[in-house]
């Protein structure tokens, strides 16, 4: 008995401090949680205290997507910052599917990979792990994501450290729903305030090169596009010609012209509605496939401008990784195609109110020129008009500058002559 309280009390001793670093690790998730609704910034703390408190030597944290279909990869650590949104299971597949669907904790002490379940990414390095912990995060008893924890070697979880992942994955989840609130309020202000400076662009007197480019460049921020274009119908041909990006690209930049009903574009405007393309990489109507991978482009939503029922061109949005782009997603920037739309009408009609103004002008000057020469040589209206005609095609000259200078020259020789008849 007598050497038995000795090692009871370093076996209390050595509980006090793991319940002690336990309480720290809460307390510090707590005041990280509360510092920041920056969700990228929580998610990527969250990572690192689970490995932390857990020692082990990997931690995923997956959030269910916003149609809840699947679970999308969001935060690591070992940081995989080219897979990070790219990696996506499906309510019930694989173990961590299972746990989003059961709502359920998994643990497996050895041969992870072993599980039934279990899912090979073959990207992932940690498929080869031995032991793994799948835990769900709940708000509000809704799953909103899992954390799985894997060691390298076998290991036996114990109750209290079961006790405390799951304790985490509960204080983290009300946190996640509520950054993901401020990120949802931040998108829909940056929608309105996109809307709104789009529609000023439109109204101003900016020429329309200049326009579009504003457009693209203010629709790239605001749906996070890796490539945002504008392609305009030309009626005489019935292609479609890139007129704007804000990508830097020269390769997508030099992109040939499509032919209306061409590609994931062309049917766009010849269907006049708007689609989505979840992998252009692996689309089979997408015509480009090889810039694609090589650009990293991936999910495309392509929205044609519309004119009442007139289809004028269409705006393409590229993301860098998949995307499941939202109905909201899509009017917002079926709204843009439209204004973009609206102002190349405005710029035509502009253009045609020009043009006719300026044929009005040369008909009037015409008409002088050939009063002038009837008068001067004694010819008919018939005549003068042939003369002039003649003249413009002798010297490749426009009608307008025949008729100023018909009346410049018979301007001169009635002036000389009125001087010569005043002579004394």
């Given amino acids: 008995m007598a050497t038995k309280r000795p090692q009871s009390v370093q076996a209390l001793e050595r509980a006090l401090r793991e319940k002690t670093r336990e309480v720290d690790v809460l307390h510090r998730i707590s005041e990280s949680i509360s510092a920041t609704l920056d969700l990228e910034v929580v998610l990527r703390h969250i990572v690192e205290m689970v490995v932390e408190v857990t020692r082990a030597d990997a931690c995923l944290l997956y959030l269910l997507s916003e149609s809840r279909e699947e679970l999308i990869l969001r935060a690591s650590k070992n940081p995989h910052p080219k897979l990070i949104g790219r990696i996506t299971i499906g309510l ?35 498929d080869r792990y031995q032991a793994f912990v799948s835990v769900p995060i709940l708000t509000k008893k809704e799953v909103v994501g899992v954390i799985n924890v894997q060691h390298k070697r076998p290991k036996r979880y114990q109750p209290d450290e079961l006790a405390l992942l799951t304790t985490i994955a509960n204080q983290v989840g009300g946190a996640i729903e509520n950054a993901r609130l401020y990120a949802e309020m931040s998108r829909k202000a940056l929608q309105v305030d996109t809307l709104s400076q789009v529609s000023e662009t439109v109204a101003s007197n900016r020429l329309i090169e200049d326009v579009l480019q504003l457009i693209v460049t203010m629709t790239a921020q605001m749906m996070n596009s890796k490539i945002c274009s504008i392609m305009l119908l030309e009626p005489a041909s019935g292609e479609l010609r890139i007129m704007a990006t804000q990508s830097l690209s020269e390769q997508y930049r030099r992109k040939p012209s ?11 405007v010849q269907e006049r509605r ?52 939202t109905s909201e997603e ?95």
């Fill in 92 to 126: 019930g597949e694989g173990i961590t599917g299972w746990v989003a669907r059961e709502r359920t904790r998994v643990v497996i002490p050895s041969n992870a990979n072993d599980d039934p379940r279990f899912k090979f990414f073959h990207n992932l390095p940690e």
């Fill in 258 to 268: 499509l032919k209306l009903g061409q590609s994931i574009s062309g049917r766009a």
């Fill in 274 to 325: 708007s689609i989505i393309v979840p992998d252009v990489t692996k689309e089979r109507d997408y015509m480009y496939p090889e810039m694609a991978r090589r650009e990293g482009l991936c999910s495309l939503l392509s929205v044609p401008m519309l004119i009442r029922d007139r289809a004028v061109g269409v705006i393409n949005s590229y993301t860098s990784v998949p995307h499941a782009f």
């Fill in 330 to 424: 899509i009017k917002v920037l079926q709204a843009i195609a439209n204004q973009a739309a609206i102002a190349i009408e405005n710029t035509k009609l502009v253009e045609k109110s020009f043009e006719m103004q300026e044929a009005l002008e040369v008909r009037k000057l015409v008409e002088r020129a050939k009063g002038s020469l009837m008068q001067a040589k004694g010819i008919s209206e018939e005549e003068a008009f042939r003369l002039m005609q003649r003249q413009s095609m002798d010297t490749r000259k426009s009608m307008r500058e025949i008729a100023e200078a018909v009346i410049l020259a018979i301007g001169i020789e009635r002036h000389a002559g009125s001087r010569d008849f005043n002579r004394p």
